[in-house]
Nanobody, 123 residues
Framework: QVQLVESGGGLVQAGGSLRLSCAAS????????MGWFRQAPGKEREFVGA????????SYADSVKGRFTISRDNAKNTVRLQMNSLKPEDTAVYYC????????????????WGQGTQVTVSS
């Protein structure tokens, strides 16, 4: 079992930045690839980005590529999502998720989820 807790959400103006963190506890954090997803009201949960177990490989949705950066610190059991140049369409609840072995852009393939943190970008 892995427990995930996100933090760092909030209200920011368009063009601003936020950094989300996801703290993991339970089984060995380095066993898990980590993903970030988001869900806006009335929309399906969508892939934002992911990072492999070592932190040496990342993948991003086209909508956030060049603006968002994922990193992890296995010693601190933490994964972060740095969000720059935020847009109103980035407004959503952001979730971190964990799955063993390799990362994926499919939310149904992740085994563990955090409770989510709200990000609101005003225009």
């Amino acid at each position: 079992q892995v427990q995930l807790v996100e933090s760092g959400g909030g209200l920011v103006q368009a063009g601003g930045s936020l950094r989300l963190s996801c703290a993991a506890s339970g089984r060995t954090f380095s066993m898990y690839a980590m993903g970030w997803f988001r869900q806006a009201p009335g929309k399906e949960r969508e892939f934002v980005g992911a990072i492999n177990r070592s932190g040496g490989s990342t993948s991003y949705a086209d909508s956030v590529k060049g603006r968002f950066t994922i990193s992890r610190d296995n010693a601190k059991n933490t994964v972060r999502l740095q969000m720059n140049s935020l847009k109103p369409e980035d407004t959503a609840v952001y979730y971190c998720a964990a799955r063993e072995l390799s990362y994926s852009d499919y939310p149904g393939s992740y085994d563990y989820w955090g409770q989510g943190t709200q990000v609101t970008v005003s225009s």
